[in-house]
């Protein structure tokens, strides 16, 4: 059966690769129909049309993507907000001349919409840009474009695409609009436009049709809002005027043409340029924003100014908290509120009871009410004369900006922005000498305050550290032995809050035993992962000081690095490199995804698992026996490689100790081995655990519910019923099974079931996996039968031998020994 199996797999595959190759680098036109899971190229192959479905998701969408890249990266979707359920989708030239895409039935789901053109003289064309574009066939030779995807973009701008806004006053146009989360391209909360107000043009974010972010006003040649604007949007982006047809056109063209650049707004609103690193196998990020608290829209309230080094709110000068209470609190929406009423009124035009304080390499506020050509002393004038004026700036390439609403927005910059003049009562500036005579006094006796403190708080931990308690303190330091760990960097709360967009649901990662995992973005741009324990999880203090201080000191390209951890009131948090690629469970067990794993790809995430477990067994300063090794528990990298994570049930052996005795068994059933759940361990319990997920990687096959399938026979009961059999082939994954590495394959398959054994001391050492991988000449021992190959079928024994798997990322299952 097996091999009439193989035989129909080999022609299916055969065949689609026949008829997705019969249709490649060709135009839609009226006799054809594209229908799933058929694509078509552009000329050059850069850029692929097809029907796709988002990470876990099984929705049809037709959509436009890199041919050239290895990461699906969609920038186009026809049917965002309407997917098909099933793979009856064709794409085609209707009867009326437009581009329609149809399910079932004759459904229509999507059109190009374009009235009066002609009818049967139409054809779709797939552009090396990316530019999908429909076109009119006439008399002449030249056809004509009557509708384009770059007019109706989705989440990305792409390299030649240029959006038109009416260049009128207070006009907005949305633009670009997020997905709604990664696996559903829908139209999301945040949307990407031109705003112009007083005649000054600016790009925003709207979450919700709320003001989110934006850039600052465009001088020309760059947008005077960001910070460190000199090395920001430099790569050909414009902002032009088109006279004739009063309108405002943006684009970009990258210096290097070579080069698959993009901006492109994900699912929590933040604008990312990226291109693609030919090197490194990845999407690299250029810039990003917003990056840092300070540039979300009006995170410091009407009045209140948030200094981008500090990302910390405080109120501009004369200014008060509206709310002193909320603002002690964090909370700065209320914003602030004058302390001293101006003087200029109706009556006293010119007052000089008011004055005008520079406040330097500032991001000028939202809402310009008047832009002017004025010089800047013409500048000044108009905005004394006017009692309504609160504040004016004057730059070069913009002219004279003038406000008279509430200042929002406004962040205080290292370097760049601009001067802004703000008006404040004139009393206020000759408080503010006073003040800088009183901070002087004021900041020698808080130094001196503070060097006390610092001096008194050193005594205290030396007098503490000495003490002979050796319970877990939260300066997380451990020795062992002569070797002293200390303690990785601290995160605050706060900030790891605001990285994941307060711990957003689109932004989790995963959930294991412990709680969830999320993505996380610092205000530098670095992406993290943020591993937050639950207060209801089996993880306590314990375990979480374990993870970090036996991770945060052992270094290697095979073990996941932990960047630091955070513990305020109930919190207690772990921050890990982010991995791309999720886990090797994610990939492997996927339908779509497995399909990237290669047999070369397979061998290398091996090899890759087996150099951490060295490490940690042998080559360490100390020898961790990891005790949760599974595939949800190995991370892979931007180009597949592996990261052995989760190291909350860790334990740390002494320099002559080979094994130990618990009366807490943890770990996920599956992959712990026998005498491990009689409460010992060692060294060879982790081989066991690496048996397991060998053959998982082999066969591409779940150890965890391989029970349901294949006569109640586990994994491994599998493998070793086809080994006496002689037919181990079986066991290999279809997908992608290349017959050239089919020794390699079954020498795996030799050395899996060799680790799997029922005894410890039958089972090799890692060091010893390592030489039987690297040598194929080797003649490798006669496994003995595995543990747990059949599974009871009564209702008593399946209640008590549950097997437990995990698909996501950093899980762990906590049992009692008995």
């Known amino acids: 059966m097996a091999p009439l199996y193989c035989l129909l797999v080999f022609f299916v595959h055969t065949f689609s690769r026949e008829v997705y190759s019969a249709i490649e680098n060709q135009s839609i036109s009226s006799t054809q129909i594209i229908k799933d899971p058929e694509f078509i190229l552009s000329k050059n192959g850069t850029f692929k049309l097809g029907f796709f479905s988002p990470p876990n998701s099984a929705n049809r969408y037709v959509g436009i993507w890199f041919n050239q890249v290895p990461v699906q990266t969609v920038v186009w979707v026809a049917n965002r907000d309407k997917p098909i359920t099933d793979s009856s989708g064709e794409l085609k030239i209707s009867v009326d001349g437009n581009l329609q895409l149809t399910m079932g039935q004759e459904t229509i789901i999507w059109s190009t919409n374009v009235p009066n053109i002609t009818i049967n003289n139409s054809t779709a064309q797939l552009q090396d840009t990316g530019n999908l574009v429909l076109l009119q066939h006439n008399s002449t030779d030249v056809p004509t474009t009557v509708w384009q995807s770059f007019e109706h973009p989705t989440n990305t701008f792409l390299p030649g695409m240029r959006p038109t806004i009416s260049n009128t006053p207070n006009n907005k146009k949305v633009m670009f609009q997020s997905w709604k989360s990664p696996s559903e391209p829908s139209e999301g909360n945040f949307s990407i436009g031109i705003g112009i107000t007083g005649g000054v043009p600016q790009i925003f974010t709207w979450n919700n049709g709320t003001n989110f972010w934006r850039t600052g006003p465009w001088d020309g040649n760059n947008f005077i809002g960001l910070p460190n604007v000199d090395s920001t949007l430099k790569d050909g982006f414009v902002l032009e005027k088109n006279d004739d047809l009063g309108t405002l056109d943006m684009s970009f063209d990258p210096e290097d043409a070579n080069f698959f650049f993009n901006y492109v707004v994900d699912v929590n609103g933040t604008i990312i340029e990226q291109y693609w690193d030919a090197d490194s196998k990845t999407w690299t990020a250029g810039w990003v924003g917003p990056s840092t608290p300070c540039e979300v829209y009006g995170t410091c309230g009407a009045f209140g100014s948030c200094d981008h080094g500090s990302a910390s709110c405080r109120c501009l000068r004369g200014f008060r908290p509206r709310n002193d209470q909320e603002w002690r609190k964090g909370n700065h929406s209320s914003g602030c509120v004058r302390r001293t009423k101006l003087q200029c009124n109706s009556s006293t035009q010119g007052s000089n009871e008011d004055s005008f304080l520079r406040l330097q390499t500032m991001k000028v506020p939202d809402n310009v009410v008047q832009r002017s050509a004025f010089s800047q002393d013409g500048c000044r004038s ?197 991995m791309p690629n999720k886990s090797l469970d994610a990939f492997l067990f996927d339908p779509l995804h497995r399909e990237l794993l290669s047999w070369e790809k397979r061998f290398t995430i091996i090899e890759g698992i087996c150099r951490g477990l060295c490490y940690l067994h042998r080559d360490s300063r100390l020898r961790i026996i990891h005790r949760d090794l599974k595939p949800s528990n190995i991370l892979l990298d931007e180009d597949l490689n592996p990261k052995i994570s989760d190291f909350g049930m860790a334990r740390i052996f002494g320099g002559n100790q080979d094994q130990a005795n618990t009366r807490k068994v943890v770990g996920t059933y599956g992959y712990m081995s026998p005498e491990y759940t009689m409460g010992h361990f060692s060294e060879k319990s982790d081989v066991y655990s690496f048996g397991v997920i060998l053959l998982e990687i082999v066969s591409g096959k779940r150890n965890s519910n391989f029970h349901r399938d294949e006569q109640c026979l586990t994994l491994m009961g599998y493998a070793w019923k086809l080994w006496n059999e002689g037919n181990t082939i079986a066991l290999i994954d279809q997908v992608n099974f290349d017959p ?78 008995r």
């Open 740 to 817: 050239r590495f089919q020794k390699s394959i079954l020498r795996c398959i030799q050395i899996a079931l060799l680790c799997v054994q029922e005894l410890g001391k039958d089972r090799p050492n890692i060091s010893t996996v390592i030489s039987m991988l690297d040598t194929d000449t080797e003649q490798l021992p006669h496994p003995r039968k595995p543990p747990f190959t059949e599974w009871e079928t009564s209702s008593e024994d399946q209640s008590s031998s549950i097997l437990s798997g995990s698909t996501n990322t950093y899980s762990t299952t906590i049992i009692q020994g």
């Open 382 to 578: 108009q905005c004394v004369s006017n009692c309504s004026c609160l504040a004016y700036a004057y730059h070069l390439n913009i002219g004279c900006m003038i406000w008279t609403e509430d200042l929002i927005d406004t962040q205080a910059f290292s370097s760049g922005g601009v001067d802004l003049f703000l008006r404040i009562a004139a009393s206020e500036l000759e408080e503010s000498k006073s003040h800088k005579r009183t901070a002087i006094i004021t900041s020698v006796t808080i130094l001196g305050t503070i060097v006390a403190a610092i001096l008194i708080f050193f005594l205290w931990r030396r007098m503490i550290h000495r003490g002979k308690s050796e319970r877990i303190s939260n300066r997380y330091k451990l020795n062992v032995g002569q070797l002293e760990l200390q303690e990785p960097p601290l995160y605050t709360y706060d900030l790891l809050r605001y990285a994941t967009d307060n711990f957003d649901e689109n932004n989790k990662l995963g959930e294991g035993g412990f709680g969830p995992v999320y993505k996380g973005i610092l205000a530098n741009g670095q992406e993290i992962a943020v591993k937050r324990l639950s207060t209801s999880s089996g993880q306590g203090m314990e375990e979480f000081m374990t993870e970090v201080k036996v991770i945060s000191k052992l270094q290697h390209r095979n073990l996941v690095k932990l960047l630091g951890c955070c513990i305020e009131g109930d919190e207690k948090l772990l921050v890990y490199e982010y």
